[in-house]
């Protein structure tokens, strides 16, 4: 690590702080380019840390002045840090007060406090509130706050922060004030303060606990029409947590603020949660069914961290996971419950598994894996991770599975009744839920179960079978290894719940359990069957972990037609899927286009398509094949064009080996009635939308008109943005002439609609790619006058669009692709930190990679990581990925 450009940060060097803060009383008189800060706070000594100096962080700010107990008192700025080391030496609080100014107007990486649209927001997780003043920013030290906030009334009417509305009034010069009381005690990454000219829809509500409350969402005029779904998906939160965990709101008012600026998708400040607009504003003419969706589960999880994150926090950011990956827990569970029966609550499952295995695996096996409780870091925002949030979730389902749902309860129970109100840790909550069940297998295996939190990567499962014929007896056994991580080469064995099912040859079920596996190897047998059985094994998805198993195409074909088990149907249909185009890949010399899919695959997949009973949401997604960056991590050398190439080619041979059969489901689904977000007629427009998109790509080959025509019809007739924006996508990924008119059209049409341009820009970014045409069109979407780099929703949909999402067009033999990646690491990294190291990311696999782009990838890395003045968030990322 070079010196002078921060420190890497050990999870075993923790100490509780030397002093703690009790109270803190904020003024703010806002203005965009100098903004006053005056924090009052009372301060005193922990009894439990040796006598030192107090030392506050603090970034960008200019101090003015400090005073102890009402009298000035030397200080010196060290770094970051403002020093005091002549506090009073007792252990009775002081009062401390300190003077500062920052400009809103010129912080362009959105933490801290910032302008959007002439509006002033906060985002202060993780350590954003050093930016608005000096303070003891860390977790643990909680404290109950005071807020008035005096501004321009005609320019920012609206002034909101954390708890209860106590007082307001005017001032002279056209100025007013507001003054918030929290009555929480909370850490510094929860306060919130929002000013501008805003519209709320309100609603008030009785909770089942008979209080009363008000909820509001707040969003700029003229948006209030698109709030309603976020208001029903709030109310439905408050219902559920009361409903499902017995938590009922603890506020009088509970509101949510829109900013189109905004590093992430939303923040659980307390009472006054912050949101990208893209998790709140939704109608049925600008927002997707998946957009209805992710408002329901945003909304939902910002909700539930008031429990899990605000009324429990983290005592230091390694534990982030306990709120993180708890939270993402109840945000699945609430979505599942919400949608309802059996299937639907699959589909959602399948969803999430895709989400961990297409994302977090790769992170689990590149340079930046790390255990869902890390053990260090240089930058904390580098660490919200879909290990932290997706593989943690999974941890918490986990012990959910091991204790039952009832058990689960009851161990949530025990963690508020011991822990309200305080700052914990990932092992506090595990003993909570092994306490709560004593007699529960995670009660017996606590110790060993906890390796989840501190070895990092995916573990494998190997199954093999064998079948005694003469003796009726069937044997499994089950193989568990861990591959190496950075900084972990030997792992131990995991606790490991796998969800088991024996089919007959004929597919019905001969038994069914759930194994908890805790050693190395185990074998299971299974007597008195008369003929081999078919194992569906790792139901559910019942732990994150890849399952090896050497299934015949006979086997998954008796899984995907007879399974009971959602999940393993969906899963044998990926496998077969996956076989064949491994298989194709691996095949020297074959050329995409001679591709031939087989006889009985086409007629399985057929039947699926047809059947009369399953769900058009679950047809979707188990027609839709492995994604190009889940077969590539299946590889050890990727030739991401290669796979695009392939997995191309079988999409547009099953377009046109089942093309009466997509005519028949377009047709059989593209009339739904009137607008609803709900499971079932979102889940037909999904499967009408695959239709069409594949009949347009069958037209292709054929260069027949009819399907695109279509295509554009009811693109201009869609009732709908689902729709439209399904027979949009439909022209353009297959290419046709008539995606230009169209997407000029829409673009006209949605020109005012920030979250549609968003959609009309990465649509074309993540473009399937002919012959390298992207890239050019992403350099020219970036100087459309609708672009804006500052931007994070705007920069994701074009830049990250690309370099994330379409492996195809970017990972190019020119390296025009990486070059373009480091140019936009770079300046975004001088702009916006948090967004520049994400898109950092985007190489991570690179030593994966086939030749010439392995060593292409290499010098892009290096040449961004030989810039000077990298902030740590990029620096971390790249560095990472040029160690061993
Ligand atoms: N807790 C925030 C994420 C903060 C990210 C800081 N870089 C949103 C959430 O997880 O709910
Ligand atoms: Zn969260």
């Known amino acids: 690590m070079r010196e002078g450009h921060g420190n890497v940060i050990y999870r075993s060097d923790y100490q509780e702080p030397a002093f703690w803060i009790d109270s803190v009383d904020l003024c703010f008189d806002l203005d965009p380019q100098k903004t006053r800060v005056l924090n009052r706070m009372k301060v005193r000594r922990n009894p439990n840390v040796p006598p030192q100096a107090l030392r506050l962080d603090g970034e960008e700010l200019n101090l003015a002045r400090v005073m102890v107990n009402g009298q000035g008192i030397s200080f010196k700025i060290d770094g970051n840090a403002l020093v005091l080391e002549n506090v009073p030496s007792g252990t009775e609080a002081f009062d401390l007060e300190i003077f500062t100014t920052c400009s809103p107007a010129k912080n362009t990486s959105l933490s801290g406090i910032y302008t959007s649209n002439d509006s002033f927001f906060t985002q202060c997780e993780a350590e954003g509130f050093r930016r608005i003043t000096y303070f003891l920013d860390r977790p643990d030290v909680m404290a109950s706050y005071t807020v008035l906030i005096r501004a321009d009334k ?74 309603e779904h976020a208001m029903n998906s709030l109310m439905a939160s408050v219902a559920w947590d009361e409903a499902r965990f017995g938590l009922s709101l603890d506020l009088e008012r509970f509101m949510i603020v829109a900013t189109s600026d905004f590093n992430m998708g939303a923040m659980e400040n307390k009472g006054l949660n912050i949101f990208n607009t893209k998790y709140v504003l939704a109608s049925q003419a600008t927002a997707t069914d998946t957009d209805f969706n992710n408002i329901e589960s945003v909304v939902g999880h910002e909700y539930f961290h008031n429990w899990t994150g605000n009324r429990i926090t983290c005592r230091d950011w390694f534990q982030l996971s306990l709120k993180e990956g708890l939270t993402v827990f109840r945000d699945q569970e609430f979505s599942m419950d919400l949608a309802g029966e059996a299937s639907a609550r699959a589909v959602k499952r399948i969803e999430d598994v895709r989400v961990l295995r297409t994302a977090q695996f790769p992170e689990d096996a590149g340079p930046m894996a790390h255990p869902v409780r890390p053990d260090q870091y240089l930058e904390i925002n580098n660490f919200y991770t879909v290990t932290i949030y997706e593989k943690g979730a999974e941890v918490v389902r986990m012990m959910q599975t091991l204790v039952g749902r009832d058990g689960f309860r009851k161990g949530m129970d025990l963690y508020f009744q011991r822990h309200d109100g305080s700052a914990v840790t990932c092992d506090d909550f595990a003993q909570a839920i092994a306490d709560a069940n004593p007699d529960s297998k995670l009660a017996q295996l606590l110790p060993q179960f906890k390796r989840w939190y501190s070895q990092a990567g995916t573990p494998r499962v190997k199954a093999t079978a064998s079948f005694d014929a003469d003796a009726g007896i069937y044997s ?251 027979a949009l996508a439909a022209l353009v990924t297959s290419g046709h002439e008539l995606a230009a008119p ?143």
């Open 476 to 726: 499994l056994t089950l193989t568990q290894s861990c591959p190496a991580t950075p900084g972990q080469a030997e792992k131990e064995p995991f606790v490991i719940p796998v969800g088991l099912g024996l089919l007959s040859a004929d597919g019905s079920e001969l038994t069914q359990g759930m194994h908890v596996m805790t050693q190395a190897s185990e074998t299971l047998t299974f007597p008195g069957l008369q003929g081999a059985p078919v194992p569906s094994i790792l139901r559910g998805f019942s732990a994150p972990v890849v399952l090896e198993f050497d299934y015949t195409d006979r086997q998954l074909l008796t899984l995907l037609a007879h399974d009971t088990d959602p999940f393993n149907r969906w899963e044998a249909g990926q496998r077969l899927a996956l076989n064949r185009a491994l298989a194709f890949i691996a095949q020297d010399g074959l050329n995409p286009s001679d591709i031939r899919l087989d006889a009985p695959y086409i007629e399985a997949i057929r039947t699926v398509l047809r059947h009369p009973t399953l769900d058009a949401a679950f047809k979707e997604l188990a027609l839709t094949l492995p994604a190009e960056s889940y077969i590539g991590e299946q590889l050890d050398v990727v030739d991401p064009q290669r796979i695009h190439a392939v997995r191309e080619a079988m999409r547009e041979q099953i377009a046109q080996q089942l093309r009466a059969d997509w005519e028949w489901a377009f047709e059989t689904h593209k009339e739904n009635g009137a607008y609803s977000p709900d499971s079932v007629s979102s889940g037909r427009r999904a499967l009408a939308g695959m239709a069409l998109s594949q009949l347009c790509l069958a037209s292709r080959a054929s260069s027949d008109p009819v399907w695109p025509g279509k295509a554009l019809q009811r693109f201009k007739d869609a009732s709908n943005m689902t729709d439209r924006f399904n």
């Open 154 to 227: 005609r320019k920012y009417p609206v002034l909101l922060s954390n708890g209860n509305l106590v007082e307001q009034g005017e001032l002279d010069d056209g100025r007013h004030f507001a003054r918030w009381v929290d009555p929480f005690r909370k850490p510094s990454y929860l306060f919130a303060l929002v000013a501008g000219q805003l519209v709320a829809r309100e609603q008030r509500i009785t909770s089942r606990a008979g209080n009363d409350h008000l909820l509001q969402v707040y969003v700029r005029p003229g948006d209030l029409d698109k709030t």
């Open 742 to 884: 169209a997407l000029q059209r829409f673009h006209a049409m949605f020109k005012d609609e920030a979250l549609v341009l968003d959609k009309w820009f990465a649509l074309q970014a993540g473009a399937p790619d002919r012959g390298g045409h992207v890239l050019p069109i992403v350099r020219q979407l970036m100087s459309h006058p609708d672009f804006s780099i500052r931007n994070p929703n705007r920069a994701r949909s074009v830049i990250f669009s690309y370099c994330s999402a379409n492996p195809g067009g970017f990972h190019r033999a020119d390296a025009a692709g990486y070059v373009f990646w480091a140019d936009k690491v770079i300046e975004l990294d001088s702009i916006n930190p948090q967004v520049a190291a994400r898109l950092a990311r985007a190489l991570d696999r690179w030593k994966k990679l086939a030749e010439p782009q392995r060593s292409a990838a290499r010098e892009a890395i290096a040449r961004v990581a030989a810039k000077p003045d990298l902030s740590n968030d990029v620096r971390e990322v790249v560095t990472r990925a040029l160690s061993d």
